[in-house]
């Protein structure tokens, strides 16, 4: 391979013409979703675009994301515990500064795509530099970063760079990733209900009984500008009660969302006569469905079984739309297991700036993070 160079971007408007023909096959990459970003990252996110360059010719797009963690409200309030309150003393002064290279908002392998075939050597190596770029352009400006994370990678990936590069940095593996391989043989939702086994077939009537008296219909971008408040209500409400939080969105995220990708964004709200009581939103990604953030209020959650229905919901329009896999992110494994989600490994790797801090990362990480204890389920007969 000739000379690898490569550009940092701190402005979509900078970015080079082509660059959405060669960010082609994973929209998360294109500029209408970096432009959200831009428009509407969380508060404590800064975002660098990278264009990688064969002598002048771009070949290879990838994101980076700078997170300041003294800016957040709250890590997760789930866990009440002196778990959580060393966890936040620690993340305070030692770890306020992180820096990932990929996308922190999302699960899946999205941090980088090539327009053609280029050695893992080659990758470890431009991702590691890159860092080393954004650690300086941060270290001019007065701030240290103490954490940096390259995340979410398959595990054929993740085997292929530590042969290089990523060979002394450690490797972590947090919740997996629940994947929906769709049966192709699948037409309705009456053909992916008749797979399942009674007991799960059973689930599903129970969970569509109970949702009696919701309606469901997808939002336009008038609607939801409208609803906009309510939306981020719903869903602030369930992040702030995840285990663990780095972000929160921008309260304008989903309209900005919906303007800059327009169909291919897809917002479902959930009604009780013309209350929004939650909602679910999917970003069509070519072959496949990539579900985003939701909310709900939790009393009609628990009454409706509001979550579930959500998974069975966003399951038929995968099916019936003719997509290949639907990616339903980490969190909540064993009910997604149940609606015939599997759970696949993803490998990070993150180092600490700290050498001494560093020697024990791995002893560090595995006491911070939260540990998630579910059950795989088998709903098909």
């Known amino acids: 391979m000739s000379k690898t160079t490569f550009t940092i971007y701190s402005e979509i408007k900078a970015l080079p013409q082509n660059w959405d023909q060669v960010a082609v096959n994973n929209a998360f990459l294109q500029k209408a979703y970096l432009q959200v970003l831009e428009t509407s990252a969380p508060t404590n996110m800064q975002c660098f675009y990278i264009g990688i360059f064969e002598n002048s010719e771009l070949i290879g797009v990838s994101l980076a994301q700078y997170i300041n963690l003294n800016k957040l409200e709250s890590f997760g309030e789930r866990d009440k515990c002196i778990k959580t309150a060393v966890r936040n ?83 972590f593996n947090t919740q997996p990733n629940m994947i929906f391989e769709l049966n192709h043989q699948w037409k309705t939702e009456a053909d992916y209900v008749g797979a399942f086994s009674k007991k799960y077939r059973d689930q599903f009537k129970r969970a569509r009984k109970k949702c009696e008296g919701i309606t469901v219909r997808e939002m336009n971008l008038e609607e939801i500008a409208s609803q906009e408040k309510r939306i981020y209500e719903l869903y602030h409400h369930v992040a702030k009660n995840a285990p663990f939080n780095t972000f929160f969105l921008a309260e304008n995220h989903f309209s900005t969302f919906k303007k800059q990708l327009k169909e291919q964004f897809v917002l479902c709200g959930y009604f009780t006569e013309d209350k929004l009581v939650g909602f679910h939103t999917l970003l069509l990604n070519g072959t496949v469905l990539e579900t985003y953030f939701l909310g709900y209020d939790s009393e009609v959650q628990k009454e409706k079984m509001l979550y579930l229905n959500m998974l069975y919901n966003m399951t038929q329009y995968g099916i019936e739309n003719g997509f290949q896999k639907i990616i339903f992110g980490r969190t909540a494994l064993e009910i997604k297991s149940s609606i015939g989600a599997q759970a696949i490994r993803m490998s990070g790797f993150i180092y600490h700036r700290n050498k001494l801090i560093n020697k024990y990362i791995g002893k560090i990480f595995t006491n911070l993070e939260p540990e998630a204890q579910w059950q795989a389920r088998h709903p098909f007969k």
């Open 89 to 171: 003393f620690i993340f305070k002064n030692f770890a306020s500064h992180v820096l990932f290279l990929g996308n922190n908002m999302i699960t899946g392998q999205n941090g980088y795509t090539f327009s053609k075939e280029i050695e893992f050597k080659h990758i470890s190596e431009v991702l590691i530099q890159c860092a080393d770029a954004i650690i300086d352009y941060f270290r001019k400006k007065g701030i240290k970063i103490h954490l940096v994370s390259f995340k979410d990678f398959y595990p054929h990936c993740a085997e292929e760079l530590k042969h290089f590069d990523f060979a002394n940095i450690y490797e």
